[in-house]
Protein backbone atom coordinates (compact mmCIF):
# COMPACT_ATOMS: atom_id res chain seq x y z
CA UNK A 1 0.00 0.00 0.00
CA UNK A 2 1.61 3.21 -0.93
CA UNK A 3 0.94 6.85 0.26
CA UNK A 4 -1.48 7.70 -2.64
CA UNK A 5 -3.13 4.79 -2.03
CA UNK A 6 -3.76 5.57 1.53
CA UNK A 7 -5.08 9.53 0.30
CA UNK A 8 -6.99 8.07 -2.08
CA UNK A 9 -8.62 5.76 0.26
CA UNK A 10 -9.02 6.82 3.71
CA UNK A 11 -7.11 4.82 6.41
CA UNK A 12 -9.34 2.42 8.38
CA UNK A 13 -8.53 2.54 12.23
CA UNK A 14 -7.39 -1.20 11.41
CA UNK A 15 -6.10 -3.41 8.83
CA UNK A 16 -7.80 -6.71 7.93
CA UNK A 17 -6.07 -9.45 9.70
CA UNK A 18 -5.54 -13.41 9.03
CA UNK A 19 -4.98 -15.85 11.33
CA UNK A 20 -2.68 -18.19 10.39
CA UNK A 21 -1.87 -21.66 12.82
CA UNK A 22 -4.06 -19.96 15.53
CA UNK A 23 -1.94 -16.96 16.51
CA UNK A 24 0.30 -15.66 13.43
CA UNK A 25 -1.25 -12.78 12.56
CA UNK A 26 -1.30 -12.02 8.69
CA UNK A 27 -1.53 -8.33 6.96
CA UNK A 28 -3.79 -8.69 4.25
CA UNK A 29 -3.15 -5.08 2.95
CA UNK A 30 0.62 -5.53 2.71
CA UNK A 31 0.41 -9.42 2.06
CA UNK A 32 3.10 -9.91 4.72
CA UNK A 33 3.02 -11.47 8.50
CA UNK A 34 3.99 -9.30 11.39
CA UNK A 35 7.38 -11.38 12.18
CA UNK A 36 9.09 -14.47 11.00
CA UNK A 37 7.13 -17.50 11.09
CA UNK A 38 10.33 -19.82 12.98
CA UNK A 39 10.10 -17.78 16.25
CA UNK A 40 9.59 -13.56 16.37
CA UNK A 41 10.71 -13.51 19.90
CA UNK A 42 13.87 -15.20 19.11
CA UNK A 43 14.20 -12.57 16.12
CA UNK A 44 13.67 -9.80 18.25
CA UNK A 45 16.69 -10.56 20.17
CA UNK A 46 18.86 -11.79 17.17
CA UNK A 47 17.90 -8.74 14.61
CA UNK A 48 16.92 -5.85 16.98
CA UNK A 49 18.57 -5.77 19.87
CA UNK A 50 22.26 -7.85 19.12
CA UNK A 51 21.53 -5.57 16.15
CA UNK A 52 21.89 -1.91 18.17
CA UNK A 53 24.21 -4.03 20.55
CA UNK A 54 21.48 -4.59 23.70
CA UNK A 55 21.49 -5.16 26.34
CA UNK A 56 25.75 -3.93 26.69
CA UNK A 57 24.30 -0.13 25.56
CA UNK A 58 22.07 -0.36 28.36
CA UNK A 59 24.89 -1.02 31.40
CA UNK A 60 25.60 3.04 31.03
CA UNK A 61 22.36 4.14 33.21
CA UNK A 62 20.49 7.22 32.62
CA UNK A 63 17.28 7.49 29.50
CA UNK A 64 17.43 5.07 27.07
CA UNK A 65 14.97 5.79 23.99
CA UNK A 66 14.63 3.57 21.34
CA UNK A 67 12.07 4.27 18.76
CA UNK A 68 10.19 1.57 16.11
CA UNK A 69 8.54 1.69 13.30
CA UNK A 70 5.50 -0.62 13.36
CA UNK A 71 3.98 -1.17 16.46
CA UNK A 72 2.13 -4.05 15.23
CA UNK A 73 1.49 -6.97 18.12
CA UNK A 74 3.70 -5.00 20.46
CA UNK A 75 5.75 -8.45 20.25
CA UNK A 76 9.60 -6.26 20.01
CA UNK A 77 8.47 -4.02 22.70
CA UNK A 78 7.41 -7.11 25.31
CA UNK A 79 11.02 -9.00 24.23
CA UNK A 80 12.47 -5.80 24.59
CA UNK A 81 11.14 -4.79 28.22
CA UNK A 82 11.55 -8.84 29.25
CA UNK A 83 15.45 -8.11 28.49
CA UNK A 84 15.31 -4.78 30.01
CA UNK A 85 14.16 -5.82 33.25
CA UNK A 86 16.90 -9.18 33.14
CA UNK A 87 19.48 -6.75 32.89
CA UNK A 88 18.61 -4.72 35.89
CA UNK A 89 19.82 -1.43 34.62
CA UNK A 90 20.99 0.24 37.80
CA UNK A 91 19.40 3.47 38.00
CA UNK A 92 17.96 3.03 34.16
CA UNK A 93 14.72 4.33 32.38
CA UNK A 94 13.93 3.07 29.05
CA UNK A 95 11.51 4.77 26.95
CA UNK A 96 10.19 2.65 23.67
CA UNK A 97 8.62 4.80 21.10
CA UNK A 98 6.76 2.98 18.31
CA UNK A 99 5.67 4.54 15.43
CA UNK A 100 2.20 2.60 13.69
CA UNK A 101 -0.45 3.43 11.25
CA UNK A 102 -3.06 0.31 12.34
CA UNK A 103 -3.05 0.10 15.84
CA UNK A 104 -4.34 -4.00 16.64
CA UNK A 105 -6.81 -4.09 19.06
CA UNK A 106 -6.06 -5.62 22.56
CA UNK A 107 -7.88 -9.03 22.13
CA UNK A 108 -5.93 -9.52 18.76
CA UNK A 109 -2.64 -8.34 20.71
CA UNK A 110 -3.40 -10.77 23.08
CA UNK A 111 -4.25 -13.51 20.78
CA UNK A 112 -0.82 -13.25 18.99
CA UNK A 113 1.80 -12.74 22.05
CA UNK A 114 0.14 -15.66 24.24
CA UNK A 115 2.02 -17.72 21.76
CA UNK A 116 5.29 -16.75 23.91
CA UNK A 117 5.26 -17.93 27.65
CA UNK A 118 8.63 -16.40 28.29
CA UNK A 119 6.57 -12.43 27.78
CA UNK A 120 3.50 -13.81 29.57
CA UNK A 121 3.38 -11.18 32.25
CA UNK A 122 4.84 -8.31 29.86
CA UNK A 123 1.51 -9.33 27.52
CA UNK A 124 -0.31 -9.51 30.54
CA UNK A 125 0.71 -5.57 31.47
CA UNK A 126 0.64 -4.67 27.98
CA UNK A 127 -3.24 -5.13 27.36
CA UNK A 128 -5.21 -4.23 30.65
CA UNK A 129 -4.53 -0.41 30.26
CA UNK A 130 -4.71 -0.50 26.52
CA UNK A 131 -7.38 1.79 25.30
CA UNK A 132 -10.34 0.35 23.42
CA UNK A 133 -10.08 2.64 20.40
CA UNK A 134 -6.28 3.35 20.21
CA UNK A 135 -5.90 6.43 18.56
CA UNK A 136 -3.50 9.60 18.76
CA UNK A 137 -0.85 9.69 20.73
CA UNK A 138 -0.95 6.41 23.78
CA UNK A 139 1.68 6.62 26.86
CA UNK A 140 1.52 3.63 29.46
CA UNK A 141 4.08 4.09 32.00
CA UNK A 142 4.99 0.71 33.65
CA UNK A 143 7.59 0.26 36.54
CA UNK A 144 10.87 2.24 35.18
CA UNK A 145 9.61 1.47 31.64
CA UNK A 146 7.36 4.26 29.63
CA UNK A 147 5.52 2.88 26.00
CA UNK A 148 4.56 5.81 23.84
CA UNK A 149 2.93 4.56 20.64
CA UNK A 150 2.48 7.30 17.72
CA UNK A 151 -0.78 6.26 15.76
CA UNK A 152 -0.52 7.36 12.27
CA UNK A 153 1.86 7.66 9.43
CA UNK A 154 5.56 6.97 10.35
CA UNK A 155 6.90 9.55 7.97
CA UNK A 156 4.88 12.57 9.73
CA UNK A 157 5.01 10.27 13.12
CA UNK A 158 8.67 10.65 13.00
CA UNK A 159 9.28 14.15 11.54
CA UNK A 160 6.99 15.54 14.53
CA UNK A 161 7.92 13.45 17.42
CA UNK A 162 9.97 15.46 20.13
CA UNK A 163 12.29 12.61 20.91
CA UNK A 164 15.83 12.00 20.22
CA UNK A 165 16.96 8.31 19.91
CA UNK A 166 19.59 6.41 20.87
CA UNK A 167 18.33 3.22 18.96
CA UNK A 168 15.84 1.56 15.76
CA UNK A 169 14.19 -0.98 15.53
CA UNK A 170 12.96 -0.82 11.71
CA UNK A 171 10.10 -3.08 11.07
CA UNK A 172 7.72 -2.23 8.61
CA UNK A 173 7.31 -5.34 6.76
CA UNK A 174 9.08 -6.66 3.65
CA UNK A 175 10.36 -3.66 1.79
CA UNK A 176 9.57 -5.13 -1.11
CA UNK A 177 5.65 -5.11 0.25
CA UNK A 178 5.46 -1.72 1.61
CA UNK A 179 8.33 0.59 0.45
CA UNK A 180 6.74 3.79 2.28
CA UNK A 181 7.87 2.74 5.40
CA UNK A 182 11.73 2.30 3.91
CA UNK A 183 11.80 5.34 1.90
CA UNK A 184 14.67 8.18 1.70
CA UNK A 185 12.29 10.84 3.50
CA UNK A 186 11.59 8.22 6.25
CA UNK A 187 15.17 7.77 6.53
CA UNK A 188 16.22 10.91 6.66
CA UNK A 189 14.18 11.41 9.42
CA UNK A 190 14.62 8.47 11.39
CA UNK A 191 18.23 9.34 11.39
CA UNK A 192 18.24 13.18 11.89
CA UNK A 193 16.25 12.29 15.36
CA UNK A 194 19.10 9.66 16.32
CA UNK A 195 21.51 10.74 18.48
CA UNK A 196 25.28 10.78 17.94
CA UNK A 197 26.55 7.37 18.12
CA UNK A 198 23.08 6.02 17.78
CA UNK A 199 22.13 2.92 16.10
CA UNK A 200 19.63 1.47 14.03
CA UNK A 201 18.71 -2.63 13.20
CA UNK A 202 16.98 -4.22 10.45
CA UNK A 203 15.90 -7.79 9.32
CA UNK A 204 15.31 -5.89 5.72
CA UNK A 205 18.69 -6.00 3.26
CA UNK A 206 17.09 -4.53 -0.13
CA UNK A 207 19.90 -2.36 -2.07
CA UNK A 208 17.48 0.51 -1.80
CA UNK A 209 17.05 0.38 1.84
CA UNK A 210 20.91 0.22 2.21
CA UNK A 211 21.33 3.09 -0.13
CA UNK A 212 18.26 5.06 1.65
CA UNK A 213 19.98 4.31 5.01
CA UNK A 214 23.61 5.60 3.57
CA UNK A 215 22.60 7.92 1.70
CA UNK A 216 20.73 9.22 5.17
CA UNK A 217 23.91 9.58 6.96
CA UNK A 218 24.22 6.29 8.91
CA UNK A 219 27.58 3.64 8.52
CA UNK A 220 25.86 0.50 7.31
CA UNK A 221 27.04 -2.98 8.26
CA UNK A 222 25.49 -6.29 6.74
CA UNK A 223 25.27 -9.29 9.22
CA UNK A 224 24.12 -12.42 9.16
CA UNK A 225 20.43 -12.86 8.97
CA UNK A 226 17.95 -14.51 11.61
CA UNK A 227 17.00 -18.01 10.99
CA UNK A 228 19.18 -18.99 7.46
CA UNK A 229 18.81 -16.02 6.31
CA UNK A 230 21.66 -14.62 4.06
CA UNK A 231 21.53 -10.68 5.61
CA UNK A 232 20.17 -7.98 7.89
CA UNK A 233 20.91 -4.38 8.32
CA UNK A 234 22.79 -2.40 11.28
CA UNK A 235 23.94 0.83 11.29
CA UNK A 236 26.09 3.92 13.50
CA UNK A 237 24.96 7.61 13.12
CA UNK A 238 29.05 8.80 13.40
C1 LIG B 1 6.16 -6.12 10.49
S1 LIG B 1 4.85 -5.32 11.30
C2 LIG B 1 5.56 -4.82 12.84
C3 LIG B 1 5.70 -5.94 13.84
C4 LIG B 1 5.88 -5.41 15.24
N1 LIG B 1 7.09 -4.69 15.46
C5 LIG B 1 5.65 -6.45 16.30
O1 LIG B 1 6.46 -6.50 17.28
O2 LIG B 1 4.65 -7.17 16.21
C6 LIG B 1 4.76 -3.77 10.46
C7 LIG B 1 3.81 -2.78 11.08
O3 LIG B 1 3.96 -1.54 10.37
C8 LIG B 1 2.69 -0.93 10.28
N2 LIG B 1 2.75 0.02 9.16
C9 LIG B 1 2.74 -0.24 7.84
N3 LIG B 1 2.90 0.88 7.11
C10 LIG B 1 2.99 1.91 8.01
C11 LIG B 1 3.19 3.31 7.88
N4 LIG B 1 3.30 3.91 6.70
N5 LIG B 1 3.28 4.04 9.02
C12 LIG B 1 3.19 3.43 10.25
N6 LIG B 1 2.99 2.11 10.41
C13 LIG B 1 2.91 1.35 9.31
C14 LIG B 1 1.73 -2.08 10.09
O4 LIG B 1 0.42 -1.74 10.45
C15 LIG B 1 2.34 -3.15 10.98
O5 LIG B 1 1.77 -3.13 12.26
Excluded at 94 to 101: A, D, G
Aim: charge should be negative; proline fraction near 5%; aromatic fraction near 12%.
Amino acid sequence: MTETDLRQNPPTASQSLEWHAGDMPYSVEFGDHFYCRTDGRLECGHVFLSGNRLPARWSAGGTFTIGELGFGTGLNFCETWRQWKEAQVPDGRLHFVSFERFPMRAGEIDRALAHWREIDAERRALVAPWPDAPAGRIDIDFDGVRLTVVCGMALQGVAQTRESFDAWFLDGFAPSRNPDMWSQELMQAVFDKTVKGGTFATYAAAGFVRRNLAAAGFVVERLPGFAGKREMLRGDKP
